[in-house]
């Protein structure tokens, strides 16, 4: 399979790999490795409810780490709002994930919406507005 090279480029050198711990830190994660895709998303959400930072593991293929390593580099300095920094059509589109991988790209998701919901809750931030996808 060949991949573009915003793929290339972020599956060769992904932002943001690790996890976060302490304070202000939430986690959320979807699939799993032995279905052949796996994502946790860390958040370290500031007072205000500004991602401060965000940091990703994952088992996949070069189109989820490349969405991966895109969202938590794209997503700092965001409001905490659970939704992805872009859409998942963009994301597909973007990165060239051929049609039959879009739901690995839903797992992304899932993670990255679950370590928000996570913030939201634990921060006592009010469902803050979502953002435009840009």
């Known amino acids: 399979m060949s991949y573009n090279e915003l793929t290339r480029r972020h599956f060769d050198a992904p932002a943001r790999v690790g996890s976060l711990a302490g ?32 940091r ?12 991966c390593s895109l969202i938590a580099e794209r997503a700092e300095g965001r409001c905490a709002a659970p939704c992805l920094p872009e859409s998942v059509g963009v994301l597909r589109e973007r990165l060239g994930v051929p049609v039959e991988k ?11 919406v679950a370590a928000l919901r996570a ?14 996808h840009i």
């Open 23 to 54: 304070p202000g830190c939430f986690r959320g994660s979807a699939g799993s490795p032995s279905q052949g895709t796996w994502v946790q998303f860390d958040v370290q959400v500031a007072p205000g409810s500004l991602i401060r930072a965000a």
């Open 56 to 67: 990703f593991v994952a088992f996949g293929c070069p189109h989820v780490i490349a969405a």
């Open 102 to 112: 879009l739901g690995r790209l839903l797992l992304v998701e899932d993670a990255w």
């Open 119 to 132: 913030a939201v809750r634990g921060c006592g931030i009010e469902s803050p507005p979502p953002q435009p």
